[in-house]
């Protein structure tokens, strides 16, 4: 299994994990060298965060809370951590699993545990296991969110937590000729009681069992619910706890971003282990059905959900939405395209011209955003491997459609494919479009400290400004 992210034991005191409130780039404990010097870094790191605060706050997250995570003792910290975001205006409605205590259950009474493609089949007593499991977590989690002992990070946090039947169920039925019985599928989720809820300062607690309008009751799995409800409320985000902790490689490297189109070919290649396949099908299907983020990410890692949120790089995989517009790569058939995007930029002198031969020979540089087999945007890659660094060059959007994110989803593919080039930093050369850059990151930088074979070709009359970002 290729899985590095072994989750580590919980940490002992559940006071301790509060003081992590980011990862170690931005918030590990520096060597003291001085009260002044520790306050600095605090006020440095605090101004850091702000900006996600900022554009998180009265965002929906989903997060998936794997019973696996509660039997490996991490609750408190989680409890912890998902109370300091409700503090800070996010939305959050919590569904957790209880696979390993349904389990737990079954052994208990002496039963076998049955499962066809990966799926449990919910016979009379499993369904009686399901029940139990999933009330005796459900108490558990209420009762974690109404710690507020002083000295704790729970303290004055009065997070009210609200469940109920909020999911509707259909049977998964007779597949291949295996009859599941109680295993259901999410049918429905009661969108309108959790926006009530949401916005009267709860969080939202869902249980994977699910209710049909026979007045049956269906036990779930937890990605199911979880995927459901981002979609039908579209969140912002979907967060999924897991073993795993994402996705990897055969070579055990995590991929930090993911897009809809590489997970689908991951997916197909069928070269995942069976959990992580499982959970990003579910994470797959969020994103298509509109949620803008899908996060898988280690539960084994303290502080793991902050670490994701607050950090830039993050801990786990994200998985990005693409709209319907395709966002490709761009084939010899796109050259007439490009040249009808970029033509009007370069007479007016914001882009530098190129020709049709020379993009003939570099299209294989160029992604592109199509709609109806029109293209709409650009931009192009080159790379640096000597220097590790990238250039993102004719980055265009059609004028009628700016201001839309195309822009914003450009940069990120050309910074994906830049990163899956072994590339750590990305530079851009603009006369007019400096603003756009360093509000998403860029920096600026000189001519000095383009790569020696760029530096030749710079154009000192056009006098564009160099900006660096790092990967
Ligand atoms: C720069 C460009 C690619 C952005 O595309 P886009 O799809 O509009 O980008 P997004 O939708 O992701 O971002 C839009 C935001 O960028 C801002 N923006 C657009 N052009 C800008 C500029 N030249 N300077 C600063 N901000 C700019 C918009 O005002 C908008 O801000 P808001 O979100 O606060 O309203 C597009 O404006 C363009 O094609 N410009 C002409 C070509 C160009 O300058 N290319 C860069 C050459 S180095």
């Known amino acids: 299994m290729n899985a590095p992210v072994q989750p580590a034991p919980p940490p002992a005191a559940p006071a301790a994990s509060a003081t992590g409130a980011a990862g170690p780039d931005d918030v590990a404990a520096p060597a003291s060298t001085g009260p002044q010097q520790d306050e600095a870094r605090f006020v440095a790191w605090l101004r850091r965060v702000a900006p996600y605060i900022h554009a998180f706050r009265g965002k929906t997250f989903v997060v998936a809370v794997p019973g696996e995570l509660i039997q490996a003792g991490w609750l408190n910290p989680l409890v912890q951590d998902l109370s300091l975001l409700h503090a800070m205006g996010m939305r959050i409605v919590l569904v957790h699993g209880s696979r390993p205590q349904v389990n737990e259950q079954l052994r208990l009474r002496g039963v076998q545990a049955h499962y ?6 919910t016979d009379p007593v499993a369904l009686e296991c399901a029940k139990e499991a999933s009330g ?11 710690q507020g002992l002083p000295n ?15 999911v509707t169920a259909r049977p998964v039925g007779i597949v291949d000729g295996v009859d599941y019985q109680q295993t259901g599928l999410v049918r429905k989720i009661d969108v309108q009681t959790i926006r009530f809820a949401l916005n009267s300062g ?4 869902l249980s994977p069992l699910g209710y049909s309008p ?3 009751a269906f036990n779930l799995s937890m990605e199911d619910v979880a995927a459901s409800t981002a979609i039908a409320l ?3 985000k979907l967060i999924v706890l897991a073993e795993t902790g994402g996705v990897f490689d055969v070579d055990g490297t995590l991929r930090r971003e993911v897009s ?10 069928g070269t995942l282990p069976e959990e992580m396949a499982f959970t990003l099908r579910h994470a797959l299907r969020a994103c298509e059905g509109g949620v803008a983020r899908a996060h898988i990410i280690p539960y084994g890692l303290d502080g793991s959900v902050l670490l994701e949120l607050f950090q830039h790089d993050g801990v786990g995989t994200m998985l990005v939405e693409e709209t319907l517009e395709a966002l490709r790569e761009a084939g010899p058939d796109d050259v007439g395209g490009l040249l009808a995007l970029l033509r009007p930029l370069e007479d007016d002198g914001t882009l530098v011209r190129r020709d049709r031969g020379l993009i003939e020979r570099e299209i294989g540089n160029f992604t592109v955003i199509e709609h109806d087999g029109v293209i709409f945007g650009c931009a192009a890659l080159y790379a640096f491997p000597r220097d ?7 980055l265009a959007v059609n004028p009628l459609v700016q201001g839309r994110g195309d822009g914003e989803r450009l940069l990120q593919r050309i910074e994906q494919r830049a990163r899956a080039a072994g590339l750590k930093r990305l530079f851009v050369l603009t006369t007019r479009t400096m603003h756009w850059f360093l509000k998403r990151g860029f920096v600026l930088a000189s001519v000095d400290q383009l790569p020696g074979q760029r530096r030749g070709l710079y154009n000192w009359q056009r006098k564009s400004l160099v900006l660096i970002k790092q990967l």
């Open 116 to 121: 066809a493609e990966g799926l449990r089949i």
């Open 136 to 146: 005796e977590i459900r108490l558990d989690l209420e009762a974690a969110f109404s």
């Open 152 to 166: 704790t990070p729970m303290a004055h946090s009065a997070v009210r937590v609200v469940s109920g039947n909020l």
């Open 202 to 205: 709860a969080m939202v607690l």
């Open 214 to 216: 026979t007045g049956e």
């Open 234 to 236: 579209d969140a912002d």
């Open 260 to 269: 809809e189109a590489e997970a689908k070919e991951l997916l197909a290649a």
């Open 388 to 394: 590790g660094i990238g250039e993102m060059a004719a």
